[in-house]
């Protein structure tokens, strides 16, 4: 499957999502497609990108064959529509489904079908789960189900079209160690207890050594 830069996800998500949205602004020009990548609603990270990081999002996407230039007949603008239902051959639905994936990153099936239901039309979320599994197993996945983590009511599902920055699953830390058995825990408190008392007679000793000494020593240099 090919592998897609963060950036090349956020312009072929924007460029799915514009087709189903906006159709009679679709393709999009080179201004309509920055503020599709930049706009701060229904997108997972929000990003600020400018015009030289999306022509070369842009130009990689072309040459995996994943966009296309279009050079309208009456405008002089150049405008940009992608053909991953061509290349992938992606129904209406799957196509809904990744590109919320690649817009907004992990998503539970609830938030996908909730936020799918502009792009295409699913019954019940029985619907949203038949096409992911359909991505799943595709000779080459797409999507997978990800491990639930500790605190998490559903699980979540992301795309396996490239790296992601809200995709990277978290790894719970690890547990603290088991506390140790209350009489055990005593005992070694005991113990603890006892190394200290023993240290200070040591001390003692040590300083009663050190003045007999010190008598000795003046003892004799009066004799002297």
Not at 121 to 130: A, K, M, W
Not at 153 to 171: K, P, S, T, W, Y
Not at 193 to 198: F, M, N, Q, S
Not at 217 to 224: F, K, M, P
Request: proline residues 7%.
């Amino acid at each position: 499957m090919v592998e897609l830069t963060r950036e090349e996800q956020r312009v072929l998500g924007s460029l799915i999502e514009k087709e189903a949205l906006t159709p009679d602004q679709y393709p999009l020009t080179l201004n309509s497609l920055l503020l599709a990548c930049n706009q701060t609603t229904n997108r997972e990270p929000v990003v600020l990108y400018d015009r030289e990081t999306l022509t070369g999002a842009l130009s990689s996407l072309r040459e995996k064959q994943l966009t296309r230039v279009v050079y309208p007949a009456h405008a002089r603008v150049t405008k940009y529509r992608h053909v991953i239902g061509e290349v992938w051959a992606l129904t209406e639905q799957e196509q809904a489904v990744l590109a919320v994936l690649l817009l907004r990153g992990p998503q539970t099936v609830a938030e996908l079908k909730a936020r799918t239901d502009r792009y295409a039309s699913f019954e019940d979320l029985g619907g949203v789960e038949g096409v992911l599994d359909r991505l799943a197993s595709r000779p080459e996945p797409m999507v997978r189900r990800m491990e639930r983590l500790p605190g998490q009511r559903e699980e979540r599902f992301r795309h396996l079209l490239g790296a992601q920055d809200a995709e990277v699953e978290a790894i719970p830390s690890a547990p603290p160690p088991p506390r140790p058995p209350a009489g055990i825990e005593a005992e070694v408190m005991a113990l603890r207890a006892d190394v200290d008392g023993l240290r200070e007679e040591v001390d003692a000793l040590r300083r009663d050594v050190n003045r007999l000494l010190d008598q000795a020593t003046g003892s004799l240099a009066q004799d002297g």
